[in-house]
């Protein structure tokens, strides 16, 4: 694992381990959804739903599936859903992630 891939673990770690952020993966499993319904549904103001789905795409997380417009002169409306990810957590990954660190320091 390079200090690129040891990063963006660290960044995808970090995301996951918002509660609202896995709610928002949970909820676009059932069904592609705009930021508006996703927003409604998990009771949280617009723009802070608009945040995390932002965080959640430019990791890679979540992908953006269609837009639609809705109404001439307006923005279109875009929706979302999970996208195909996985990643492994080991001992070793966590050991090499941390020795990077220590070799960045010294």
């Known amino acids: 694992m390079n200090v690129s891939e040891s990063k963006d673990m660290v960044k995808i ?3 996951l381990a918002n509660p609202v ?3 928002m993966i949970a909820s676009l499993c059932e069904k592609p959804k705009n930021v508006y319904a996703l927003a409604k549904e ?3 103001p617009y723009p802070l739903a608009y945040l ?3 965080g959640l795409k430019k990791l890679g997380l979540v ?3 269609r837009e639609e417009k809705k109404v001439e002169g307006l923005p279109t409306v875009k929706y979302y859903a999970p996208s195909d990810f996985s990643f ?3 001992p070793k990954n966590i050991q090499k992630l941390f020795q990077r660190k220590k070799e960045a320091v010294k």
């Open 13 to 15: 770690l970090k995301a």
């Open 21 to 23: 952020r896995l709610r």
């Open 42 to 44: 998990l009771n949280l």
């Open 52 to 54: 995390h789905l932002g």
């Open 63 to 65: 992908k953006e599936v």
């Open 88 to 90: 492994v957590l080991t």
